[in-house]
């Protein structure tokens, strides 16, 4: 039976958040009660609540991943990454202490290298974990690929991207999001993810200029604005201090908006350029649609001081999932099992370094 995709029935949320509360503030108690431990199984029940809730084209997702699984990665990584990297600063701290700076900063740089390396590792593996744990029609996706080249590659395109002034950061991100997903699978079809940062640059030229606009205007601004308002040299302070204060909220309130401009181009082009099979897909999401998720998950969690923050993954993930689109059709009767090797330990690396797999 072949299944067509259309914009209107590919992708589908229909969770709610009353029926979403009950889950997220046990969670956030079992978590308190048990000192943060529980929160492997509360990302588990979160994440069994939001794929039963997805559906894709005829059938819903499901999520087979377990919290002990996520727990027993976690311990892992805290036992062979973690902690080493803690005693080697503490060595690091040491060899400074004792007249031997060379050596130190030999060991910081290596030391620093190591963490982007790792942190490859992290990004890749989890991408990993959760397509080999993520069914549809009883098939899963996963990589035979361990990540270790990934994080080679995700090592020196950090560096180089951020080595000529920042400024081939956009081909970084692109070139990284194909390499993790190129070596990705779902059932017997692998994915194929394509994108250029071309059409991300103006975008990024508006963050990567933005500190040297405002400096210069706050410079130009002091020079003429500042004598023209007199008073004593007391009130030319408060004035000037006043002046940084504004800058620096302006330059962060910017930031954060020019940051969601990139990334609402940033996702459309690396999602639009990602197909599975005769599947192709496509992110609908623009700045306004990323503007209004982030002062509504900001707005949530200061009006609730805080306690909001548990719906956070629940409004991100009806964010993505109601902004993805398919086109294309699905031979279901064709579809095989993954042949992959499914991971036995969740994201540790992951959850020790805290950062994002997508």
Known sequence: MDSETTNARAFAFDGNWREFAPIAFTNLLLSAVTLGIYAFWAKTRERRYLWNRTRFIDDRLEWTGTGLELFIGYLMAMVLFAIPLGLLQFGIQALAIRGHGGTAVLLVLGLYLLLIYLVGVAIFRALRYRLSRTYWHGIRGGSDDQGFRYALSHLWKTIAGAAVFGLLVPWS????????????????????????????????????????????????????????????????????????????????VLAGLIALIFYAAYFREVVSNLSLGDLEFGFTAGTMDWIKLTLGNIALVVCTLGVGFIFIGYRNWSFFIGHMHAYGTVAVDELTQSTTRAPRQGEGLLDAFDVGAI
Do not use: C, T
């Open 173 to 252: 991100m692109v070139e990284l999001w194909k390499e993790r997903w190129n070596a990705m699978s779902f059932g017997p079809h692998r994915f194929e993810a394509g994108g250029s940062a071309s059409p991300l640059m103006m975008r990024y030229l508006l963050y990567y200029l933005l500190p040297i606009v405002l400096i210069v205007g706050g410079v130009i601004a002091a020079a003429f604005v500042g004598p023209e308002l007199g008073g004593s040299p007391e009130d030319m302070q408060v004035r000037m201090l006043g002046f940084v204060i504004v800058g620096y909220v302006v330059f962060f």
